[in-house]
């Protein structure tokens, strides 16, 4: 874990919030001299703190309103299922995240789409690419809270 003091967290946040903020405006937040912002935050993303700097888009402007969380178990779990399996889900964009699951599931995977033949698309494709047990959905019906802010 870095260690962080509370100027680099101010900047982190504020960051968070929008990446955007000119070095005034972030040199403002933190207290900090102009220089000595730029400097933090070269620090901090030389350090890995700060991976990626992005734009984050409204998925019902894009035409993908539909949230899907697909429930993966499999009966394969040797490197060559796993390194296939991962390629193939690493390639399709409308795959937002993977992530392999203690307990009953194997795997669990979040998509957007823009409606259920969205998903059967998407569906057809991945056991088109790489043999799957069981595959089980669920659609998000509302979104209560979904950030991409860590804690600070």
């Not at 040199?27 to 102009?34: D, H, I, P, T, W």
């Not at 070269?42 to 969380?69: D, W």
């Not at 823009?114 to 088109?128: K, N």
Request: net charge neutral.
């Amino acid at each position: 874990m870095e260690k962080l003091d509370e100027t680099d967290r101010r900047l982190l946040r504020a960051l968070q919030k929008d990446a955007g903020l000119s070095l005034d405006a972030l040199s403002e937040q933190a207290n900090l001299s102009r220089n000595a912002c730029w400097r933090r935050i070269k620090a901090l993303e030389t350090s890995g703190v700060i991976r990626n700097r992005v734009t984050l888009l409204s998925p019902e402007h894009l035409g993908l309103s539909l949230t899907v969380f697909i429930q993966i178990r499999t009966r394969a779990h040797d490197a060559a299922w796993l390194d296939k399996f991962a390629r193939a889900t690493r390639t399709m964009p409308e795959i937002l995240g993977v992530y392999r699951m203690t307990g009953d599931l194997d795997y669990l995977i979040r998509a957007r789409v823009a409606d259920m033949a969205g998903y059967d698309r998407l569906y057809q494709d991945l056991i088109a690419r790489v043999p799957l047990s069981d595959v089980s959905a669920s659609f998000v019906m509302e979104e209560i809270k979904d950030t991409t802010e860590l804690p600070l």
